[in-house]
DNA sequence: AAAATATGCTCAAACGATTGCGCAATTAAA
DNA sequence: TTTAATTGCGCAATCGTTTGAGCATATTTT
């Protein structure tokens, strides 16, 4: 890069100091008094050198960074993606920029990528976690960063999340199954240790004991297409099989589906299928799969919110937010009632 | 925040300079002789301490962000999605982090995320333009910073790129439909003009003119669901209707398949459609969808392969390059010959 | 034993911005 | 006219690192 221009040079080009320049440019000329026509030469100059402001040195000196940080575990997950899209969107209103990184599913690098947005002074962070480990995020809490939990939270800890009712979800959907007559579910979860993974399981878990059904199963151990895939494969195999399948995502669903189809298994009429988190694509399948849809708009709304309010008092407040999934009922459930 | 832990605290503590604090903990202890012993009282030091370095203030002397910027148009495209993760996972590999902004599609936005990287310091810019404008990036790409755009380039500047062949997909597509004896054929296309809309549509046009048809259309505006959904209504108007649909990017398909669910219109049995952009999804549609795919992960290793050397080197090289998409063929185009 | 070399470490000046304090010069009040 | 208040601006320290230059002490070479 050539060099830079820097306030310096400004203020050589405009016989002003350095602090005048810096006072302007931020604008802070009223406070500081700056005369209105310094403050004009001084505009003027810097539009012409082409200045832009080195965000370390100013970050450096006044501590703001003017940053919000976002893990996510995987953007070629659309549910994240589209968290990230939103997330992005809600912080520019708020005058903040975002800097996203993905995680990857692994905790290493999230705890890498935490170190580098500590080292970047980032103001706040919103994190959907990989749910395995929480010490990390538990201590730069700790440390006084303003965090926000984002889906994946952990109960034991105190601190602010915004999420669905991942039991209410799972039991909806598992109800609903159960309610069409199925009485031999096969439920393939995400990653095991994982809150929302856990509270699923524990709400289809007791929907199925509400109802008195001891035929089910749960298997799996990612939030991935191949962990989606390789369950069904594997349950495939079977001479019996479930009636329905609940997957605890839409790409464990998407692998589901993968293998369902090559081995021609249709559905509903051969098995149903449920899965958590919508998307738009879920309407346009050869069968449009029913799902737990949760109100991603409005998570990421109450998230950042939470967050701002946080950055700017000093007292935080730890909220904890819980929001209502809803069913997209279409036609992936057979009713086989009798 | 608690105060954070800075190199001089660590000096104190040791008893040693900050200097060879400093030399430490960059690796540098060798080069600069510092004792095994003292190397390991500060590195203990450092550890217990819990220190992070000030990455402002590092960048600040070293010019150094040791950070590739990333700005793709929007995040809720699974096809960007998909390209901020693999750009992600292959930065890494490189030892360079990744922030990724969300321009939304707005130049504007785009523009003043390049002014935030610059101030950033980002050593290297990866990006995937809005389309419309281009004289901010060749700005600074003329002022040294190494950068390579992605999917949208723009024929007529000098600056790296990697794409796909647009002009040659969208042949082969169209090519595709009129061997299947499509003879009125509807495309909907995206941002007007941006160079891989304008490959497009011209690649089309070629091969409606190389097969002597000229009942064809090319309509919309944007690379979104909403722009295939209002354009497929809107034609679906006309008592007399195309035979087959080319859309140019995969949200444009999202939205004319629901368009044409909601019309009850049937593919290919009603009308046919192909599509640029592959997905996972579009294989478990209710009819597959044929498409143009692009090779994303090439496009990607490619792309960073080219950006890290021209960091490393310091004349530059502008490569452009263009890759083969490829053809998924689905069943979602019916053979009306004769 | 003196000279040369190696070893281990520190000084202090940057990097580019922000900011508390203070000082002229001008204007208003007494 | 003197004093007080206001206006307009600059000095210089500071943020946390990095780094070229240099300085003792210890070791090796002659």
Redesign the pocket.
Known sequence: MT???????I?KKT?????????V??G?SEK????????QIIEAAALELN????H???S?????SNTIGLIVPSLSNPFFANIASNINAEVRKYGYTTIIVDSDENVEIEKTVLQQFIARNIEGLIIIPCGKEMEHIKNVYDQGLPLVLLDRYFEELEIPYVSTDNFEGAYMAANLLINHGHKSILCIQGIIDSTPNKLRVKGFKQAMKDAGIENFKVVGDAFSVENGYSETKMMLQNKVRPTAIFTLSNTIAMGCLKALKEENIRIPQDISLITFDDHLYLDFLATPITSIAQPVEAICKIALKNLISNLNEKEKTVKQVILKPEIKYRESISNIKN
């Open positions: 060099k830079k221009t820097t306030i310096k040079d203020a016989g002003l100091s350095t602090t005048s320049v810096s006072r440019l931020n802070k500081y008094r700056i005369a209105e026509k310094s403050k200045y832009v402001a080195n370390f040195a100013s450096l000196k006044s501590g703001k």
